[in-house]
């Protein structure tokens, strides 16, 4: 019984002496080797840049067995599921790019035998990939519309206006020179939408007062997007428009170095078609009526301005159309007297602005001007006729008048034939307006005299010059 139980347990021990044998791995692992691909760079901080579609061929060996097949992996290889099998020994592979220069890509691949075991050390490519090209956006004009409460508009571009609540559909369109457009990125009011490729438009709006920017941009297959032509922008709110009526413009002055109450009246007419411009004179106070109208909202005030050297705002008032500036002076609307020093240009034009602003607070942006000067020039007429004198000492008369200023406190100038122009001066006496000059009995013969009046502005407005041609005898 004893021999029989011996037996028995050499038997067991030997059948698992036979178990422990079956259990070991005599299949070796298969070898990967990519074969071409993009050139390994001895430096791992400057690996290889290539086109971002690159042609990878690979294959395996293996030493008691055959390559089935190949599982392969770009970049993450962590997630089991990155991990894609194939039986071809080469492929075209579409790296993604850098929106800006290029991009790190790290490519895996290792060959699976004829039982399934898998190469532990799969082969690798590391580089970068790049775009040519990245894709472009353009905007359709010839579809975009706007719906407002007067219908539909087709043929918006970019950086036109439409009326306030305006509901604006843009549409766009968009290619890649190097590859092809997979998809659409839109922004407006800083919400991102993503756009498959076939989706190219989106509805925005409605659209309060002011300016309103959509901002399309192209994906492409490298994942490259646009940098440009995306921009569309939208103005909301229509500008005031506003017209000043040149026939209304009118100054007033007193003048108390005349005689008994004296007021100047400057009624300006401008023909229709003519030129624009007048004089204000100096220290005048100026009226002058506008009209003025919005398509999308009431006008409820109104800035106007003088000058290009003051650029400040000079009124600003609330009320309906055709107003006339300022307060009254009996029937007539007139605004605070102009002072010196005024910031006007008396030598060139100054343009008269109004501007209006509507409900939504928007201001004119490009309203007409009426250019006018400043200061009315003072007037000079050589009164002495005689044109003929003797040598010495010769006297010539002449007289000076201001329409906006006292003209005893004019100066003159003069000028003899090709000689150094002599002042501006003030004469001795107000009333003997007249220049003194000596000539020698050697210079006989023909001689020009100009003379010029200056008032308080002296060079910015003289007066245009009179002329006498005279002669000397020995």
Excluded at 119 to 125: F, G, H, L, V
Aim: glycine share 6%; with cysteine; charged share 25%.
């Amino acid at each position: 019984m004893a021999a029989l139980l011996a037996l028995s347990w050499a038997v067991v021990m030997a059948g698992c002496e036979r178990d422990k044998s079956a259990q070991v791995d005599r299949n070796r692992p298969p070898d990967t080797f990519i074969t071409e691909g993009p050139e390994s760079s001895a430096d791992p901080r400057r690996p290889t840049q290539v086109f971002y579609q690159v042609h990878l061929y690979w294959r395996g060996e293996d030493v008691d067995g055959s390559v089935a097949g190949f599982r392969f992996a770009i970049d993450d290889t962590t997630d089991p599921s990155s991990w894609s099998y194939t039986t071809k020994t080469d492929s075209v592979f579409r790296f993604s790019a850098g929106e800006v220069g290029a991009k790190e890509h790290l490519f895996l691949i290792r060959a699976v035998d004829n039982e399934g075991k898998q190469d532990a050390s799969p082969d690798t490519a590391r580089f970068e990939s790049f775009t040519v090209a990245p894709p472009t956006v353009a905007y359709d004009t010839t579809k975009i519309a706007y719906t407002n409460a007067d219908g539909s508009f087709v043929g918006l571009s970019s950086r036109d206006t439409v009326l306030v609540n305006s509901t604006v559909t843009l549409f766009w369109t968009g290619s890649d020179a190097d590859g092809e457009v997979v998809g659409w990125e839109s922004i407006f009011r800083n919400q991102l939408i993503e756009h498959d490729r076939n989706d190219t438009t989106r509805t925005i709006g409605p659209l309060a007062s002011g300016e309103h920017e959509l901002t399309v941009r192209a994906v492409d297959d490298a994942g490259a997007k646009s940098t440009s032509g995306g921009l569309f922008v939208v103005v909301s709110n229509f500008d005031p428009k506003t017209t000043i009526d040149p026939a209304s413009i009118r100054s007033r002055v007193v003048r108390p170095w005349l005689t008994g109450p004296d007021t100047l009246l400057e009624i300006q007419h401008f023909p229709p078609g003519g030129p624009v411009q007048d004089t204000i004179p100096f220290g005048a106070s100026l009226a002058f009526d506008w009209d003025s109208e919005d398509r999308d909202g009431p006008v409820v005030s109104y800035t106007w301005s003088l000058g290009f050297l003051s650029g400040e705002t000079m009124g600003e008032h609330i009320n309906t159309d055709s107003l006339v500036v300022c307060e009254f002076q009996g029937d007539d609307l007139v605004c605070d007297t102009v002072s010196v020093p005024l910031e006007m240009d008396q030598r060139a034009r100054n343009p008269l602005v109004v501007r209006g602003k509507d409900i939504y607070n928007r201001s004119e942006g490009n309203p007409i001007p009426v250019n006018l000067f400043y200061n009315l020039p003072p007037t000079v007429v050589i009164a002495d006729s005689v044109n003929s004198f003797p040598a010495g000492t010769i006297r010539v008369w002449f007289q000076g008048d201001d329409r906006d200023s006292d003209p005893r406190n004019l100066q003159y100038s003069y000028r003899l034939d090709d000689n150094s122009e002599v002042g501006p001066f003030e004469l001795d006496e107000p009333e003997s307006s007249f220049v003194q000059f000596q000539i020698s009995p050697a210079e006989f013969g023909a001689h020009r005299l100009i003379v010029r009046a200056f008032d308080q502005s002296l060079s910015d407005r003289p007066s245009v010059p009179d002329t006498l041609d005279f002669s000397v005898s020995p």
